[in-house]
């Protein structure tokens, strides 16, 4: 009785989870776009867009995602052949022994009448597949842990995962092996099944199954002789062949039962079985009971999230979908770290203490940052540059194996955070090409905003007057040259400029416009001449400054060897340290 409610507790626990978590995807947003989409109409959106596309030819792509990069992991196998190897023994085997043997009650018994999983071909597939998925954890151990280059922090839900899933399997191999040799349990079996059978054939049965079946008993010792055991053979066939195959077959149990076989008369009391059930059954509940809220979930939601990215596209899906789909997928990353080991900025980490430059941790960040979870003013800070710093190469999408579109989704949690009040000084930088060539979603004011708070943040930096601004960074000195650029203000200043307008003519900036002078403010030879009068406002106020591409035309064609794109370069950086110091000290002293 209490076994049964147990069951349905857990049962009860995971449904609601589930129901809870599946909610989430519906009510949970990146972005105000996102967020004006009520519940209801996403929900509508999402039943909408499942019958359309199952009444449509649509869903022979899903049939083709389900088989090839569900089933049999194609995704991964065409990227690396090791990860593929662990993940079909993590997750198709677990899949296999979770349907075969843990569900086996509802699935296998309902497909096989004759179900029994002491009998083949159950118990020779339970210990393969409880092996295989052994042999997956240790895989995954070596590749997070041992294996060099870029991977991913193990957080507390990853060794967690990994920690109950060893539990699960080892009490269930350890309770298998020590029911081969117990002679207890072997009594109970007997007692319970054996019918019309003398003493002297009881005997002749426990002789078979200590020289045959791997039982450890004091009663009797062998050798035998062929007669008792061939007596046996007869009395094990009549009684227990309907219910027990060859223990071998359970090569890893039985394995494990002759490890144990000098400690059996200790370890095959019903005690220790005992145990060893209570550990297994309830480890397995526990699973059960936490996997709406672990990232154990994944084993729903990757498949999910690949079936849905199949048939869905930005720009051509319902945007309430788009925006559903985006919630799910932070369900759906397993934390792998396929996207950090080939990411083109990981090795920057190097330079840059920030793990948010990494995708898998960026995720997790991600995560956080949507759950609505406070976060502090460093933690928001490194999110901020992690999502900024990104490239926008792709490359995390396309070696994904849960099929979630990552580079899609920095963008979203980008505009996202850039609709805070908070400055964001990278959007000045030549990294914010991507979010230019992508502005097309994007009205005007939403993306002139930013960038008008940053250049403001800049220029409030900059302000003398401004009590906090004498401990910031300096902004370099000018004795006729630039202190601080490559150590050497002779060779690397501009007091050799004479304002010859070189470098304005040769920049493709300033040739993007009819009126340059309106649209840019100072030029780039009358930035030089700024800089050298330390005219900061007037520097720091032209959109020349942080329109610059950095293409090197002005350097390269510059008749006195000034280096004028290393100077702006060095000036861009020195006041975005000193408005980035500036928005931390604020938002410091606001909380």
Known sequence: MFTTGSVYAALLIFSLGLGYRISTWFRGSIGSDAARIPTTRRVSAAALGILGTLFSARLFTLLKVLLLDVVLQVRILRQDGFRWVTHMCLFGAFMALLL???????????LFPDYNSTLNPYLFLRNLFGVLVVLGVALAVYRRFIRRGPRPRSHTADIAALVLMAVILLSGFLLEAVKISSLSAYDEMVETYTVQADPEELLALEAYWVNEMGLVSHRVQGPFDARTLEQGRSAHELQCMQCHATPQWAFASYAASRALMPAAAQTGGA???????????????LGLAILPFSKMLHIFTTPLSLL?????????????????????????????????ERCSLAPTLEDIPNVNILPSEKMASVKALVSGRKLSVSEMATIRQGLHLCTNCGRCTEVCPAGINLAELWVSVKE?????????ILLLSPLSLMRGLTRSGLDRSRYEDPLKRAREAILESDAPHRPGNEDLPLMPGYGGGMVGLNGNSRSMGFSACYSCMTCSNSCPVVRNYS??????????HQLMHAMGLELWDLVFSSKMLWSCLGCYQCQESCPQRVPVSDVLYKVKNLAMARAQARISSDEEDSQ
């Open 100 to 110: 075969m043997h843990a569900l086996g009650r509802f699935t296998t018994a309902a």
């Open 271 to 285: 005690g220790t079985r005992s145990i060893l059930w209570n550990v297994h059954f309830f480890s397995c509940l």
């Open 308 to 340: 849905v990215n199949a048939v869905m596209e930005k720009g051509r899906s319902d945007p309430a979908n788009i925006a559903t789909r985006q919630i799910m997928e932070l369900d759906a990353c397993t934390h792998c770290g396929a996207c950090t």
């Open 416 to 424: 996202a955070l850039l609709e805070k009040p908070v400055p964001e």
């Open 515 to 524: 009126n340059p002078k309106k649209e840019l403010g100072l030029l780039p």
